[in-house]
């Protein structure tokens, strides 16, 4: 077995529509992070279509993995681990890389880590911050999840809140979708907001109440549709900077009040940004505005890290590796694997 600081592991991702292989070298050092994207494929159908997705990964598992490899300048034979995501996500999907990750852990005889995705996510913010240690609060924003976990060391999480309707990222792909943006529309809806009002609309965002850890965006994407209906059958002129303006500070606000109020129960300083909204501009801006006014330290990941990669998942693994949580070749895909799953 290599030593810990300079062991290779092989990190897979396949649970939606990115196909993703990534070498690290000990817990922090990226050696290679490759990523196909099929968001062109989906493009057309306005959303990620599960059965396309599972055949593209099939496709492109191995040439992404080969393409890891000999952008690290290391061979198979040098991998100490492989780590891949088993959950949440979709089980199609999913298990492509499970598969690959099992018959290449069993082939070269080396251990196994089964990664949580949206844990994943968190872990993108060591590989950008050298110097970040647990504990923290993390807010998760993704297209499949709205949590803040409060992260006591690097494998003991506590769920304080998460969303009991649509993700904050999912919120933003359907408002988008029914303004005719493409998909994926969080980016577009951040674009467009840049020049529009944000005051221009007053959208209410639920569960606002002190003390209410849970996010729900539903209602507030309705009243984003009813507005555009109205606005449609009283043929006024749409002004679609002002309406994601609009509904973008709608999010955020819930966000950030949320995230202060439970780094304060915490008794916590440090507030961690994770998952593909985190790459919204003003959802950072915010956060780190709000951060700064109240003592905290703010970080979130390079931009290439929020969404959907490999890289954050050989992290998890790696840190998990440590703790000897290690999966064997009965792994399986679960797409509904929730964080409460992995509290411990
Ligand atoms: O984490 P991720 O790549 O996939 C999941 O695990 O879900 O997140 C994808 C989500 C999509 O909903 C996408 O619209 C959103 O992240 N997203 C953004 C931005 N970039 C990606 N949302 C708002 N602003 C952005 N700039
Ligand atoms: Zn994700």
Not at 196 to 200: I, K, L, Q, R, V
């Given at each position: 077995m290599p030593d810990a600081e300079k062991i290779l592991t092989l990190g897979i991702e396949s649970s939606c529509d990115e196909t993703a292989a990534a070498v690290l070298r000990g817990g922090r050092e990226l050696l290679s992070n490759v990523i196909s994207t099929q968001i062109p494929v989906h493009r057309k159908f306005g959303g990620v279509v599960p059965e396309i997705a599972s055949r593209r990964h099939i496709v492109n598992v191995m040439p992404v993995i080969d393409e890891a490899l000999r952008t690290a300048g290391v061979a198979l034979a040098d991998i100490g681990q492989v780590a891949v995501t088993y959950?949440?996500?979709?089980v199609g999907a999913l298990l492509v890389g499970v598969s690959a990750a099992k018959a290449l852990a069993f082939a070269r005889n080396v251990p196994l880590v089964g990664v949580n995705h949206l844990e994943g996510h968190i872990f993108a913010n060591f590989l950008s911050h050298k110097g970040l240690v647990p504990p923290f609060m993390a807010l998760v924003v993704s297209g499949g999840h709205t949590a803040l976990i409060h992260m006591r060391d690097y494998n003991h999480f506590s769920l304080m809140g998460q969303t009991r309707d649509d993700a904050a990222g999912e919120a933003f792909d359907k408002v988008a979708r029914v303004m005719g943006l493409p998909y994926p529309g969080g980016p577009e809806i951040d674009r467009l907001a840049a020049e529009?009002?944000?005051?221009?609309i007053d959208f209410p965002c639920a569960l606002r109440e002190k003390g209410n850890y849970e996010f729900s965006f539903s209602g507030l994407k309705s009243a984003v549709l009813n507005y555009l209906n109205e606005m449609k059958m009283k043929r006024v002129e749409l002004n679609k900077a002002d309406v994601a303006a609009s509904f973008q500070k709608a999010v955020i606000e819930v966000l950030v009040q949320k995230s202060l109020e439970a780094l304060a129960e915490a008794k916590l300083d440090t507030l961690v940004l994770a998952g593909g909204?985190?790459?919204n501009s003003a959802l950072e801006r915010r956060l780190r505005e709000a951060a700064e006014a109240h003592g905290i330290r703010f970080y979130f990941p390079s931009k290439i890290l929020c969404t959907d990669n490999a890289a954050m998942i050989a992290c998890r693994g790696y840190y998990q590796s440590q703790a000897g949580l290690f999966a064997d070749l009965r792994l399986n895909a679960?797409?509904?694997?929730?964080?409460s799953d992995v509290e411990a």
């Open positions: 959950g949440p996500g979709l529009g009002d944000e005051d221009a909204v985190a790459a679960v797409p509904g694997l929730s964080l």
